[in-house]
């Protein structure tokens, strides 16, 4: 099956880098790409004229929410109620446990993985809170996970997330991180089990990948066991690190050193390691000038760092700055991170945080961003098959209308899609060869059903949260109303 579809303007790929088609053509055969430019000669089997949109490749999302929401009751508090958000050494020793069953995680998984695609999403490697775990991810887990991206159409790289430990508050209320290493080897055990158990299923969409926690939860030794099982594998692999000043103290109280050296010491960096955030490098204000080259370490091993833009400035932190480590030659692709997964505001806060940062509103630019979000992202899975619409790559590609008043007048169509449209305009969403998205919605799915499940596994995710805090706060103590709430009196007509 041969598909040519037109548009106002078409992302294509010449030379190394995306170049934009005016009134251009794309040509996918089955799952791959045939053509994209303009007047292709040959005879097709369907046409669509998509009209004022931008036709582009599918966005790479490398920190993938595929959760449930909490930034929106967990991302404002103060300092003193922040630390509720935590979990008390108690709950650690004596209550830990799964707040959802399976099938809850599993309808919970399933109503993130859409709101992937909605968004234009095509490729994803998932991140989830740990707050609700009785101790990290399983294998059975994301067996389950591979059977919903598979049903959904969706291109995932797969692992269960795994920890030596957690962090935890004290009854005095100073941070500790207390252990279980037998957990963190059964937790790499079980991703090596995931990854010969799915990947390569469902067409290939389904990768493994090795997804250790955060830096501070996981052992020197459980790093070096990850990376000689991806080495032998031949998979990516992802760590979180750098990300805050409590993770920075713990590292330096342990072993003197910063996030990045320590890994490469390790010989953990490499071009098949990815990296959220990296926020706190030599340079940073709060880091200073003393240590090893933290951007020199990275682009040299030719390590990927993650850039989540929406997610850090919820929390009150910048990349410092983009430009520079875009400069230092490390390879940036992005992560969405939180809710909405919506990757072209993302780009767009990624943008102007880069010129805030930077006092230069030439930083940021929406060209670097937008190839972040795709070949950056392509780069760091070593595919040269995704993130472009060249002949030979998998037909991946989104649709988003640029057609209505809202959006605004049409001018340079990336800087257009950055500046005055969301993941709310993306109407086409093509995996494979497959249409996953059609008209803004994924077909056959009931959208009202899977919203109201998805409601109520929120509000079971947030009644947890007093369980856990080590002063016993209750939740509205916890999450108090941006404003007084006036409740109805009386019976509701």
Request: hydrophobic residues 40%; aromatic residues 8%.
């Amino acid at each position: 099956m041969r598909t040519r579809l037109r548009a106002r303007f078409v992302v294509g790929y010449d030379a190394g880098d995306h170049v934009v088609y005016p009134d251009g053509e794309v040509v996918y055969e089955d799952d791959r790409i045939v053509f994209a430019g303009h007047d292709y000669p040959g005879p097709v089997d369907a046409e669509e004229d998509a009209g004022d949109a931008l036709v582009g490749p599918g966005f790479v999302d490398l920190d993938a929410l595929a959760d449930i929401d909490h930034g929106i009751f967990d991302t404002f508090q103060p300092p003193a109620l922040a630390s509720g958000l935590s979990w008390s050494e108690d709950y650690f020793r004596t209550r830990r446990r799964e707040v959802f069953s399976a099938a809850e995680t599993r309808d919970l998984r399933h109503y993130s993985l859409v709101q992937l695609l909605l968004n234009g999403i095509t490729t994803a490697m998932p991140i989830a809170a740990e707050t609700y775990r009785e101790w990290a991810e399983t294998e059975a887990e994301f067996a389950a996970v591979a059977e919903v991206a598979g049903e959904l159409g969706l291109r995932m790289y797969l692992g269960p997330s795994y920890r030596s430990g957690i962090s935890v508050l004290r009854a005095d209320g100073s941070p500790t991180v207390l252990w279980d290493e037998a957990r963190g080897e059964e937790g790499l055990r079980q991703a090596e089990a995931l990854f010969r158990r799915v990947d390569g299923t469902y067409g290939g969409r389904i990768r493994g990948c090795l997804l250790p926690c955060r830096i501070e939860t996981v052992t020197l030794d459980l790093l070096r066991a990850t990376r000689r099982l991806a080495d032998e594998l031949d998979c990516p692999v992802r760590l979180h690190a750098a990300q805050g000043l409590q993770e920075l103290r713990f590292l330096q109280e342990w072993y003197g050193q910063r996030p990045v050296p320590l890994l490469a010491g390790l010989g953990f960096l490499g071009p098949r390691t990815a990296i959220p955030h990296v926020l706190y490098v030599r340079g940073q204000r709060e880091v200073g000038e003393t240590g090893p080259d933290d951007l020199a370490l990275l682009a040299e091993s030719g390590t990927t760092v993650i850039h989540c833009p929406l997610t850090s400035v919820r929390h009150g932190h910048a990349l410092e700055t983009f430009d520079r480590y875009r400069r230092a030659g490390v390879n940036l692709a992005m992560g969405t991170d939180t809710f909405p997964p919506d990757m072209i505001r993302v780009l767009d806060y990624g943008s102007n945080l880069a010129r805030v940062m930077a006092n230069d509103r030439s930083a940021g630019a929406a060209a670097d961003l937008y190839r972040a979000a795709t070949l950056g992202g392509a780069r760091a899975l070593g595919r040269d098959d995704l993130g472009r619409l060249a002949p030979g790559a998998r037909a991946d590609l989104i649709v988003v209308d640029l057609s209505r008043l809202r959006s605004g007048p049409l001018d340079d169509p990336i800087r257009t899609l950055l500046y005055n449209a969301s993941g709310n305009d993306v109407r086409t969403v093509v995996v494979d060869g497959r249409t996953v998205v059609r008209d803004g919605a994924v077909p056959g799915l009931d959208a009202g059903a899977l919203r109201a499940r998805g409601q109520a596994l929120f509000e079971r995710l947030k009644r947890s949260y007093p369980e856990r805090d080590y002063l016993g706060r209750d939740e509205e103590t916890l999450f108090p109303p941006a404003f007084r709430t006036v409740h109805r009196e009386g019976p509701a007509r």
